[in-house]
């Protein structure tokens, strides 16, 4: 279970960091025509962000065939909702109030129950 969680872990830094990458360059860009959407697809550091997603996706298929899909796709995506939301405040300045603060610990406390129970089924 451990290297799957590493696997796990892996795939949403891959995801987070491919995602910030898009979301950085797309800084001031409303995308409504087709010359700005060639251009965000044909940049170089877009194209290594889809690169990085695309790995991404091999190592959570890694993860997969380590243990049970319960235990794998919800601790990766809490993984990468927690990675969302740090890489969310500290680099792109979004602001966090209680309710997102309640709603994030909801959302943590569930998929770790749900980690919990898959990993005694195991």
Do not use: R
């Amino acid at each position: 279970m451990i290297k799957a969680a590493l696997f796990c872990a892996l795939y949403a830094l891959l995801n987070v960091s491919g995602a910030a990458i898009i979301k950085w360059k797309l800084k001031g860009k409303t995308l409504t025509t087709l010359n700005e959407w060639i251009g965000l697809l044909l940049n170089v550091q877009v194209i290594g962000a889809f690169a990085l997603i695309f790995l991404s996706m091999l190592v959570i298929f890694k993860a997969l065939s380590l243990a049970n899909f319960t235990f794998v796709i919800p601790v990766s995506a809490g993984i990468n909702f927690i990675l969302t939301v740090i890489a969310g405040y500290f680099i792109f300045k979004d602001h966090l109030n209680l309710i997102s603060f309640i709603g994030f610990t909801l959302i943590i406390s569930g998929i770790l129950l749900l980690s919990l129970n898959s990993t005694q089924h195991a």
